[in-house]
């Protein structure tokens, strides 16, 4: 599936933050699908709400647990192995920096949005009942330790 204009800015901003933010190496790998049912992709998910004068929409980042170790263990220079809360932190700022930089996009093409505060789940078979019935877009991404997620239903 092709990226529309909205998710090509969503993948744009997970390819300028997250390597920055963490110094890992994250491409794209795969094609975009639509999500089919409301089950998070990762172990590990931060999920921020938007919404504008045309769009309500949501966010989601979600990490393979070894994606996520991994990272977390680039960016402190040891090793990690469990998820703990400094993880489940960290998870909530990158969402929420990478939804910063979505919106910052958006307003660049002319559509203004504003973000709620992430929240951020921990578990397998986690649901999410989002108020937004649009389709969810899932573009994959990876990194040297695994794979995440950027789920979104905006503009698809």
Do not use: W
């Not at 049912?37 to 647990?65: Q, Y």
């Amino acid at each position: 599936m092709a990226l529309s204009p909205y998710t090509q800015i969503f993948e744009a901003s997970v390819l300028n933050v997250l390597p920055t933010m963490t110094m890992t190496s994250v491409s794209r790998c795969g094609d975009c699908v639509v999500k089919d049912g409301n089950l998070v992709t990762g172990i590990v998910s931060g999920i921020i709400g938007m919404a504008g004068p045309k769009h309500h929409a949501s966010m989601t980042l979600s990490f393979e647990r070894e994606a996520i170790l991994g990272i977390f263990a680039t960016m402190l220079g040891e090793h990690v192995e469990t998820i703990n809360d400094e993880i489940l932190d960290a998870v909530g700022e990158f969402t929420n920096i990478i939804c910063g930089d979505v919106k910052r996009r958006l307003s660049e093409a002319g559509t203004i949005i504003e973000m709620a505060t992430p929240l951020v789940v921990f578990g397998a078979d986690v649901r999410i009942r989002d108020r937004v019935t649009k389709p969810t877009t899932v573009i994959p991404f990876e990194t040297p330790s695994g794979k995440f997620f950027v789920e979104t239903n905006l503009g698809v």
